[in-house]
């Protein structure tokens, strides 16, 4: 993966611009910019911890599993019947076995079955109720392939970065505004904002797309990716999205 050059990746709006939509009429305008640059700070250094977690190894190396089976590659109990929800009890049954942090492992959990059950609602053509117990067909088929799983991966790492920036963006700004009934209509502004902050996270996520697809025809076809192969790609993708934080608040 070292030898990928990843350019600079447009977004629809700048996080700056987002945050000043949110922002209230108690926000002193000179606030808008720090609260942006802090709340990317904040996520960037979450990042750091995040690529060695074990709870985030952990819901990959699912994610990854998970994507086998559909290529036939590892052995699975009839997984054209695996719905979103069955997904998600086995990805919580595997969680809960590992040390660390509760709410980071929460956390994780959640991005990880939003991101299966995006990438179902997405892709699945026969199955009619994605939450149900059982569906016809197979409508995990397409995540078996490179395609499929840097769709999943991409996914993934959205999900986590939506989450972390409304947790940090509300920190900074409760930090920032005086009182507490300017803190909870920013809150207000914020829930009104969630879709910028979505379309954020998703826009900056792409970055870990463009080399996901070639990590796993080279690494997880084949073989097993081994832990420390996980670990790697892990260190790689939350170093680029931390390069992609740097450059949006140098713009």
């Known amino acids: 993966m070292g030898h ?3 350019g600079v990746l447009p977004k629809t709006k700048r996080w700056r611009a987002i945050v000043a939509e949110i922002a209230t009429v108690d926000t002193p305008p000179s606030d808008v910019p720090e609260i942006a640059r802090h709340t990317l700070n904040a996520l960037g250094s979450r990042y750091v911890d995040l690529a060695s977690d074990t709870a985030v190894e952990t819901a990959f190396g699912y994610l990854i599993d998970f994507a086998r089976m559909a290529a036939g590659k590892q052995a699975a109990a009839d997984i054209a019947n695996k719905s979103p929800l069955s997904i998600v009890i086995d990805l919580g049954q595997r969680l809960a076995a590992t040390e660390g942090s509760m709410e980071t492992a929460e956390i994780v959990r959640r991005a990880a079955a939003d991101a299966v059950a995006t990438w179902g609602r997405e892709n699945a ?10 569906a016809p067909g197979n409508p995990w088929r397409g995540l078996g392939t490179g395609a499929g799983f840097c769709e999943l991966s991409r996914l993934f790492f959205s999900r986590l970065t939506e989450r972390y920036l409304n947790y940090f963006l509300d920190r900074e700004a409760s930090a920032a505004l005086p009182n507490l009934q300017s803190r909870e209509q920013f809150r207000r ?9 979505s379309k954020h996270s998703f826009e ?5 797309q463009s080399f996901a697809a070639g990590w ?3 690494n997880a076809v084949t073989n097993q990716p081994t832990r420390a192969q996980i670990r790697r790609f892990l260190s790689y993708a939350f170093a680029k999205l931390r390069e992609d934080l740097r450059r ?3 713009q």
Not at 204 to 208: G, N, S, V
């Open 125 to 134: 053509t026969t199955q009619s109720d994605l939450f149900a117990d059982s």
């Open 248 to 250: 949006e608040d140098r």
């Open 4 to 6: 990928e050059r990843i």
């Open 189 to 197: 502004h914020l829930q009104a904002h969630l879709g910028e902050v």
């Open 216 to 218: 796993f025809n080279k």
């Open 204 to 208: 900056t996520a792409k970055i870990t």
